[in-house]
């Protein structure tokens, strides 16, 4: 494995950096972060939950808004769900499933990451990061 730049190469596969490992606390911020899919921009963001890092489009499944008001805050006051925070749509942090509300049984599209030497990765092939916003609490 090698660092270059804002880029990894592990083995074969090229993954880019979302942050640092420490970066994501168990239901704390998330960090929000834009990709690329074609000539289509998506935002996008990644947390921590049952100690593994997790990522997700950030587009709400209700009308397509973005998860969070308050920038970087995604979970709701339990730390157990994923919100919505403009109806209250809640989703599994797990695998982006809708659990309540308005959803329409429809969940995340989840993102492929992957924790290596002290950084999450996306290794999504399909998606190229353009940038990351971190916030602090
Ligand atoms: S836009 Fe997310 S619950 Fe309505």
């Given at each position: 494995m090698f660092v270059s730049g804002s880029r990894i190469e592990v083995d074969s596969l090229s993954s880019a950096i979302i942050?640092?490992?420490?970066?994501?606390?168990?239901g704390g911020l998330g960090v929000r972060f834009t990709i690329r899919q074609g000539d289509q921009t998506l935002p996008a963001f990644a947390v921590r939950f049952a100690g593994c890092a997790r990522a997700y489009i950030?587009?709400?499944?209700?009308?397509?808004?973005?998860?969070d008001i308050k920038p970087?805050?995604?979970?709701d006051n339990d730390k157990q769900y994923i919100i919505c925070?403009?109806?209250g749509a809640r989703y599994d942090p797990?695998?982006?499933?809708?659990?309540?509300?308005?959803?329409?049984s429809t969940g995340l599209l989840a993102l492929a990451v992957t924790e290596t030497d002290g950084y999450v990765l996306l290794?999504?092939?399909?998606y190229q990061l353009v940038s990351t916003e971190e916030f602090e609490e």
């Open positions: 942050c640092s490992s420490a970066t994501l606390v168990e950030n587009r709400c499944s209700h009308m397509g808004l973005q998860l970087a805050s995604f979970f925070a403009t109806h797990v695998d982006g499933a809708c659990r309540v509300g308005p959803c329409h290794t999504s092939d399909r």
